[in-house]
């Protein structure tokens, strides 16, 4: 029996690391360019939506942000937790979005990446940003207040309300993959189709 590796194999492993390096630098560009694609837009539409708006309107915008990042936390995390294999059954039997299921499954890293770091980080810049812009609003407003603790007090609310949400979301999410990732197929099998 050789205990050393044939030089074919090592050839082979060696340009098999170079192409899923060159995959993941790929993946890596294609990220970045979607996170900043993604985060100026949304800043943009905010920062417009937000300057000529009420402030009980800047907090339903705020809220729906914070939301965003919720739901897309809870898919990042659904898709790591679920299985393929009652997937593969609905899909043998041509159950609408059951294929594209099991695409998000098999590419779990990917679309937790895209969903919980880009997404969900992008909705935390520009919920900080959206706060800053009602903190102002509030300080035109009553301008008695006192700044630094109307900041920590709005500041706090927002890291409470992301943060518990997710913590929230991240157990439905590991409870019930299987049933989000179904919905979530379904809509993106639905989109799909009506292109």
Request: proline share 3%; aromatic share 6%.
């Given at each position: 029996m050789d205990i050393y590796p044939k030089r074919e194999n090592i050839k082979e492993s060696k340009n098999g690391n170079k192409l899923s390096s060159n995959r993941n630098n790929k993946w890596v560009l294609i990220i970045v360019f979607w996170t900043i694609l993604i985060s100026g837009s949304v800043n943009l539409l905010s920062d417009v939506l937000l300057r000529n708006v009420n402030i009980l309107v800047a907090f339903i915008i705020l809220i729906f942000i914070?939301?965003?990042?919720?739901?897309?936390?809870?898919?990042?995390?659904?898709?790591?937790?679920?299985?393929?294999?009652?997937?593969?059954?609905?899909?043998?039997?041509?159950?609408?979005?059951?294929?594209?299921?099991?695409?998000?499954?098999?590419?779990?890293?990917?679309?937790?990446?895209?969903?919980?770091?880009?997404?969900?980080?992008?909705?935390?810049?520009?919920?900080?940003?959206?706060g800053v812009l009602i903190l102002g609003k509030v300080t035109h407003m009553f301008p008695r207040l006192n700044v630094t603790i109307t900041t920590a007090l709005i500041g706090a609310l927002i890291a409470a309300a992301t943060i518990g949400g997710k913590a929230l979301g991240k157990s439905f999410a590991m409870n019930e993959s299987e049933r989000i990732i179904d919905k979530v197929s379904r809509i993106v099998y639905i989109i799909k189709k009506d292109r």
């Open positions: 914070i939301f965003i990042g919720i739901i897309f936390d809870i898919i990042g995390v659904a898709v790591t937790a679920a299985e393929e294999k009652p997937f593969h059954a609905k899909a043998a039997k041509k159950i609408p979005g059951a294929k594209i299921a099991v695409k998000l499954i098999r590419n779990a890293d990917k679309v937790s990446n895209f969903c919980n770091d880009v997404v969900g980080d992008v909705c935390g810049i520009v919920s900080g940003s959206v």
